[in-house]
């Protein structure tokens, strides 16, 4: 178990990944001490609580030999590694600042020479590592060299020419051989998924194959307008509205074949079925900056893997998302989609439901 005193009491790991926010109580109970942290009364909610990462994303590289037209980073295949050294006094940092985990991305990570090491390295300083991968490259003797993960998330996006469709390389078969790989070498296997207008109608039978293989979630992630993709025809690949009408329902079918996680920028998009399960369930929409963050492959801070070079200090949330029953959990949507499609990275975010509505 690791903890981190807040001000409303405590956010705690266990050891099979579950992170949890306990009140002081509970907290207590656990023999956490608040300190000065619980002085002052505790908080109605924990919702403006949390102003250092739980997660940060770090880009161990730029180099990646897949040619993905909508690479968010523009990664290539002369691209450059950060240095171990670097990385590592990165990590030191995160833990430092007491962020529990630290997921690696690129360009592909795989093609990082140290890549072993520096999962071991997060781990011993009290670091929970994950990492996302397209699967190039990966052999059996690659995969049991992961051991340190918690868990690796193979990038997916389509079955057979579905995949290519979006990504514009033929990489299915890459992408299925990784899992298996993976899963022989022992190590737990997450599916990525971006949705689009081109694969939204296959994603039952995606789920399908993937449960077939034996990865054991999936994780929904909105197609964002960063990097090569901000470049692309974006209008021609974001889910429809009939899409994005259909989402929550899909998503709960998706649900009763696997464990499904959704990215945070997906939360406006589903806000407008019975917002009661996103309060509930305790789901974080937009945390750039705050319980997100994220490190470039620069070495540079950032609020999040898509923003680089962006700051984001507080700010007033305009409306009509200062008066939306989830505001506190969406935080006014994708700042990344804000900033493409109005100029602004403050803007209420175009494509929530509720945005459109309000400006019938
Ligand atoms: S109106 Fe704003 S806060 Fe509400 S769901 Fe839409 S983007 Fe999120
Ligand atoms: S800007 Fe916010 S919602 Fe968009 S990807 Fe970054 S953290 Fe997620």
């Not at 705690?12 to 306990?22: H, K, M, N, P």
């Not at 509970?26 to 619980?38: Q, S």
């Not at 993976?182 to 789920?207: H, P, S």
């Not at 998009?269 to 929409?285: E, I, P, R, T, Y």
Request: charged fraction near 25%; charge should be neutral; proline fraction near 5%.
């Amino acid at each position: 178990v690791r903890a981190r005193a807040e001000t409303f009491g405590a956010w705690v790991r266990f050891d099979d990944r579950t992170l949890v926010a306990l009140d002081r109580a509970a907290a207590r109970r656990l023999g956490i001490d608040g300190k000065k942290r619980w002085r002052d009364p505790a908080p109605t909610s924990i919702a403006d609580a949390t102003d250092r990462p739980l997660e940060v994303h770090v880009a161990v590289t730029s180099r990646c030999p897949a040619s993905c037209e909508g690479c968010y980073l523009d990664a290539r295949a002369d691209g450059s590694h950060r240095s171990f050294d670097d990385l590592a006094t990165t990590l030191d940092a995160i833990a430092e600042r007491g962020a529990f985990t630290v997921a690696f991305g690129g360009g592909e990570p795989l093609t990082h020479p140290d890549l072993p090491r520096l999962a071991a390295h997060a781990r011993a300083v009290g670091l929970t590592p994950v990492v996302t991968t397209s699967g190039i490259g990966l052999t059996a003797e690659k995969a049991r060299a992961l051991s340190s993960f918690a868990q690796v998330n193979v990038s997916y996006d389509g079955v057979g020419e579905t995949y290519e469709t979006v990504r514009g390389f033929d990489g299915a078969r890459i992408a299925e051989r990784a899992i298996t790989t993976l899963i022989a070498a022992g190590i737990g296997v997450g599916v990525n998924v971006v949705l689009t207008r081109q694969n939204f109608a296959t994603l039952v039978e995606l789920v399908e194959r993937v449960v077939s293989l034996g990865a054991r979630e999936i994780q929904l992630l909105r197609w964002k307008p960063a990097g090569r993709a901000a470049s692309l025809d974006y209008l021609t690949r974001r889910l429809s509205q009939e899409q994005v009408a259909a989402l929550p329902e899909l998503v709960r079918e998706l649900t009763t074949r696997t464990s499904v996680r959704i990215d945070c920028a997906l939360v406006p998009l589903l806000s407008f079925g019975n917002v009661d399960d996103l309060l509930k369930l305790a789901v974080m929409g937009c945390e750039a900056g705050r319980a997100l963050g994220a490190v470039d492959v620069r070495g540079n801070d950032a609020p999040c893997s898509f923003l680089s070079g962006v700051s984001l200090p507080k700010y007033e949330v305009p409306e009509p998302c200062a008066s939306c029953p989830v505001r506190a959990v969406c935080r006014s949507g994708c700042r990344v989609v804000a900033k493409h499609l109005t100029g602004d990275v403050f803007a209420p975010d175009p494509e929530c439901p509720r945005v459109i509505e309000a400006r019938g």
